[in-house]
Structures are given as structure tokens and as C-alpha cells.
């Protein structure tokens, strides 16, 4: 029989082991981790040769390393819904200005209208709304119509474009109203993965905005994309955008233990075709298995 002081002699050999082999297993992983991007590099343009008639924008950006994926990621591509992104920072930035309130109401007009996306294009115009409904609207279910409102409280196209050029999205641009669904609206995976880290972890928000902002974005209802590659034990926070002509997905993926990864998947397509789709899905697939 072993005795209480031998036991606990062995049980504290047996931990001080396991801390060592663990320290070794984290010092290894973090040797490999900054040759993960360039292989996942490799991977995602290898995947990239199997659909030729696809024009695909990817920019993957880890919280822990100093390197990211870049690939056409300052092409600007249709923004399709992804134009909701800067247009909800923006508001929000406001919103911690004081320039607007969150009590407001907002009035339902004609020229507010979309098709596409959303149910307020259903309703009768002068109905009368609260602002966080109709920003709840925009992300949650893509609402075009719920965009157009907020677009027209921030002051128009004009002001609005003016708006996102002072965020330093180089690549980013409103030109329409929605539903935009010949285009003309622009973004780039580079722009919505920087302006995405910067409202959801850096200093464009306060504390209050950004929880916001990130309890919105994990409660959109499209889990078809990048959602669809991820594991179980993620979080994402993000926006997905589509159009007969272009199809994406932009957010943070949220790992256990505080890893996180900026991602933005756009994909140029030939009109409604579902490898659009599909390869954002493969690619979000590759980026999670090379991360996780």
C-alpha cells in the first residue's frame, strides 16, 4: 500500500509531467503557427484553379500572428448586403457621439423601399419605428428597406459615402440605395476584415457599441457560408451579402480560449450560380482546419 506522503509525492510527479509535456505541445504549436499562413496560401489558391469562372476575394487576418491571407483582397467587388457593414459602424459611432439616439423613431417613406431581402418593404409607409429595431432589421435578416431608413438618418448617399471614406476603407463605397442589385455598391474582403477588428476589437467604439454591434452580428440568420466550414465550438460574428452577380461573408470567428480570426470571403460569379457558394464554404473549411 502507498502511503499519504508517497501518493502525494507521485500525483505531484504525475501533474509537474503533464505541465511539461503541455509546455513543450504550446512551444511546438506556436514554432509552427506563422508557417500556417503560407501553406494555407497554397491550399486556398490551389482551390481557387478548380473553379476558373469565379473572380474570389479572401482575406483571413489571426488575432496571434503578425501574418495574414491576402488574396485579391483589395479588389472591389459587389458589396451586395456586405455595404451593411459600415453603414451599421457608422450609426454607431454616432450613436457614442450623441449625435444620435437609440430612442428615436424613424418614419417608413416610399423612396425607402427595396426588394429583396426583408419584410419592412411590406409595410405601409408612415409607420413609425424605433432606431434599434430598424438596425436589429438590417443585420439580423438583411432588411433593405430597415438600410434605406438608416441611410437616409445618416444624411443620405452623399453623406453617408462621405462617412465610410473617413474610416480608411480604401476600397469601400456607397453608390445606390438597396436592393443594389446590378452592383454598383463596392467593398473589398482587406476593408471589411480592418473595419470589422477595428469596431468589434479595437478603438472605433465604445464598450457599449461593440457589444452591440457583436450580439447583431452573431444573430444573423444566414449560417449557409463561412458558418457552414466552422466547427462546433465557434463563435461567428459576421454579415453575409448576395446578389445574382456576387456572393460573401465577412466577421470574426471566435475560438475558445480568445483566439479569434478576421475573415472576408467574396466570390464574383456568373449570375445565380451555386459555386459561389460553395467555395466559400470549402475555403472557410480550410481556414478553420489549419487554425483550429
Known amino acids: 500500500m502507498i502511503g499519504p506522503s508517497k501518493l ?3 500525483v505531484i510527479g504525475i501533474l509537474f509531467l503533464f505541465l511539461l509535456n503541455h509546455t513543450f505541445f504550446l512551444t511546438e504549436c506556436k514554432c509552427l ?3 500556417i499562413p503560407s501553406r494555407l496560401n497554397s491550399l486556398i489558391k490551389t482551390k481557387l484553379k478548380q473553379y476558373p469562372n469565379l473572380i474570389c476575394g479572401v482575406c483571413v487576418k489571426p488575432s496571434w500572428l503578425k501574418d495574414s491571407i491576402n488574396i485579391n483582397g483589395d479588389y472591389a ?3 451586395a448586403s456586405l455595404i451593411k457593414i459600415p453603414v451599421a459602424v457608422i450609426l454607431l459611432m454616432k450613436i457614442d457621439k450623441k449625435e444620435i439616439s437609440w430612442d428615436e423613431k424613424l418614419t417608413l417613406k416610399r423612396y425607402h423601399y427595396a426588394q429583396g431581402a426583408g419584410i419592412l418593404q411590406f409595410t405601409k409607409a408612415g409607420t413609425k419605428f424605433r432606431l434599434r429595431k430598424i438596425f436589429k432589421l438590417m ?3 438583411s432588411d433593405n428597406t430597415a438600410t434605406n431608413m438608416l441611410i437616409g438618418r445618416l444624411g443620405g448617399i452623399n453623406s453617408t459615402n462621405a462617412l465610410i471614406s473617413k474610416l480608411g476603407v480604401k476600397n469601400t463605397k456607397l453608390v445606390n ?3 443594389d ?3 454598383t455598391n463596392k ?3 482587406k476593408d471589411l476584415v480592418m473595419l470589422l477588428e477595428g469596431a468589434l ?3 472605433l467604439l465604445s464598450k457599449s457599441s461593440k457589444r452591440i454591434l457583436k450580439s447583431a452580428l452573431l444573430d444573423v440568420k444566414n449560417k449557409s457560408l463561412v458558418k457552414k466550414g466552422l466547427g462546433k465550438y465557434t463563435r461567428f460574428a459576421h454579415k453575409t451579402g448576395t446578389i445574382g452577380i456576387c456572393v460573401g461573408d465577412a466577421g470574426i470567428i471566435y475560438f475558445p480560449f480568445g483566439k479569434r480570426i478576421g475573415i472576408s470571403i467574396i466570390v464574383k460569379r456568373p449570375f445565380n450560380n451555386l459555386n459561389g457558394q460553395k467555395i466559400i464554404r470549402e475555403i472557410s473549411r480550410l481556414v478553420y482546419e489549419n487554425f483550429k
Open 177 to 179: 440605395f438597396l436592393g
Open 8 to 10: 502525494k509525492h507521485k
Open 77 to 79: 467587388f459587389p458589396a
Open 33 to 35: 503557427q506563422p508557417n
Open 139 to 141: 443585420l439580423a435578416i
Open 187 to 189: 467593398t473589398s474582403p
Open 181 to 183: 442589385f446590378k452592383g
Open 201 to 203: 476589437e479595437g478603438d
